[in-house]
């Protein structure tokens, strides 16, 4: 189960889950055009993804 945290107050969350399918959602990294990465979280099924959690107006780290 991928969890997401918040470095800066400890804040947590665990077990985000795709409302379509019902599987866990993954942790992965995407190249922006820019050549920026940015982490999302997308369904194994290819359902879709989403920007990860953020949390005090910064991204939260999967573990």
């Not at 979280?41 to 939260?60: A, L, Q, R, V």
Request: with cysteine; proline share 3%; charged share 15%.
């Amino acid at each position: 189960m991928t969890t997401y945290s918040c470095t800066n107050c400890g804040m947590g969350v665990a077990g985000l889950t795709c409302a379509s399918c019902n599987n866990e959602l993954v942790f992965v990294e995407i190249t922006k055009d820019d050549g920026s990465k940015v982490g999302v979280s997308e369904c194994p099924n290819g359902c879709g993804k989403i920007k990860s959690p953020m949390c005090c107006g910064h991204e939260m780290h999967a573990s």
